[in-house]
């Protein structure tokens, strides 16, 4: 599948253009204040419901205030947010309620990617365009308007490549610490890792869930050092920075060292994790771009104008290694 990406650069760009687009007023000069439409011309406030999985990372904090920056007052947005604390059920109702509420438009991040049908039929029957950010769902892409986000699988990918290149032949023993079971970068981080050290001596001896939490990380990486010990684990795989950073406390306070010890590596490339990259704590970080609130504050405005989108935009990911981490660190965004 070819996939179309927008590099940072494009970003910014994007960014500069929803600018312009907010001050440059009507289209066509014939917006009327009175007009009653409230369906995103300029002028008028867009009500949006965002369903936000929850707070459980620093990636997650990030988006968040990505999203109510875009999404604010001055950008011509009334932004309705909710965050479902990361449960799948609590996360339908709040889309459920926005749709009672009858906002112009629903955002969504969806925990985990099935159980969508049929509150995304009820958002369509009501006439409401829903636009997912960030995670992807099951359901038919027929009952959304576009995605805005990042390649999982090719995040895993290059992770795991690294990891292919560093112990190849060399026998390895890994421990993986999953992200929230049954979530689209839980499986497309397990699915791409995997296919790049197919065929190599990296052997996975456990993997669980550590929800994508510093504690899930660290409490599964405490389990995993009582059965193995340090020394049985060559390699740890966390699907992101704040599991990794859990399982960096679990190791220290084991008398590990981790990132010599253990071989660590992330997703996301959030400020401490970066920063435990510089210290030598983590041995390689793919990025997961959360920075996502222009994208799709802009793809709701033309959704709502009529204009046509795409139904998947990708955002590029950038890979670090602890050399490049020391160079960037202080020029980071998040
Ligand atoms: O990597 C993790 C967060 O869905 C891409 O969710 C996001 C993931 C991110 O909790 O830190």
């Known amino acids: 599948m070819r996939k179309r990406y927008l590099s940072t650069i494009a970003m910014v760009g994007a960014a500069a253009f929803a600018l312009t687009a907010c001050s440059s007023g009507s289209d066509d000069g014939s917006d009327d204040a009175s007009s009653g439409d409230d369906s995103g011309s300029s002028g008028d406030v867009i009500t949006v419901g965002f ?64 159980g969508w049908d049929d509150v995304l039929a009820e958002a369509a029957d009501a006439g409401i365009p829903v636009v997912l950010e960030d995670r992807t769902v099951s359901a038919s892409d027929d009952l959304y308007e576009s995605w805005v986000g990042l390649d999982f699988y090719t995040e895993g990918l290059k992770a795991g490549e ?11 023993k890994m421990v993986v610490l999953e992200g929230t079971t049954g979530s689209a ?44 010990g340090i020394d049985g684990i060559d390699l740890l795989y966390a699907h992101n920075d704040d599991m990794g950073l859990g399982a960096i406390e679990a190791i220290e306070a084991a008398g590990g060292v981790p990132g010599e010890d253990i071989t660590i590596i992330t997703i996301d490339a959030v400020r401490d994790g970066m920063q435990a990259l510089v210290d030598g704590k983590i041995n390689y970080i793919v990025e997961c771009n959360p920075l996502l609130g222009d994208l799709v504050s802009q793809v709701v405005k033309d959704v709502l104008a009529g204009n046509a989108v795409e139904k998947e935009i990708y955002v590029e990911d950038l890979t670090f290694t602890q050399e490049e981490a020391a160079e960037v660190i202080d020029s980071r965004l998040y």
């Open 185 to 228: 970068p839980a499986n497309d981080r397990a699915d791409g890792f995997n296919d790049a050290i197919a065929g190599t001596a990296i052997e996975t001896i456990d993997s669980q869930t550590g929800d994508f939490t510093r504690d899930g990380g660290k409490s599964v990486m405490e389990g995993y050092i009582a059965n193995y």
């Open 162 to 172: 690294w990891a292919a290149e560093q112990f190849g032949d060399t026998p390895t």
């Open 51 to 114: 369903a936000q999985t929850g707070s459980e990372s620093g990636w997650r904090s990030a988006n968040t205030e990505s999203m109510q920056t875009a999404f604010s007052e001055e950008n011509g947005f009334d932004l309705v947010f909710n965050a479902a604390d990361n449960d799948p059920a609590a996360q339908i109702s709040a889309v459920r309620n926005f749709i009672n509420q009858g906002v112009d438009a629903i955002v969504l991040a969806p925990i985990v990617e099935d």
